[in-house]
C-alpha cells in the first residue's frame, strides 16, 4: 500500500508529537503502512447475533413492577 505523500508527512507530524521523534519519509512510510495493515486485520465491525436485539425504553419499563 503506497501513501500519498502529505499523509506521510501528517504520519511524521503525528509521530514527533507523540514520542519527540523524527522519521525520516521511508520510516514514516514503512511505520504508517503497517499501522494501516494492521488496523484492516483489528479493526472489523462485530456480528450481531440473531437474537439480539436493541431495546428501548418501553420494552425495559415493561419489565418493571411499580408499586
Known amino acids: ?4 505523500p502529505e499523509d506521510v ?3 511524521q507530524r503525528l509521530w514527533k508529537d507523540s514520542f519527540d521523534l523524527e522519521l525520516s519519509e521511508q520510516e514514516a512510510q514503512e511505520k504508517s503502512t ?13 456480528p ?6 436493541q ?3 418501553l420494552d425495559i419499563n415493561q ?3 411499580e408499586i
Do not use: N, T, W
Open 1 to 4: 500500500m503506497k501513501l500519498e
Open 9 to 11: 508527512k501528517g504520519f
Open 63 to 65: 419489565d418493571k413492577h
Open 34 to 46: 503497517a499501522l494501516l495493515e494492521m488496523m484492516k486485520l483489528v479493526y472489523r465491525p462485530l
Open 48 to 53: 450481531k447475533p440473531a437474537e439480539q436485539q
Open 55 to 57: 431495546l428501548s425504553i
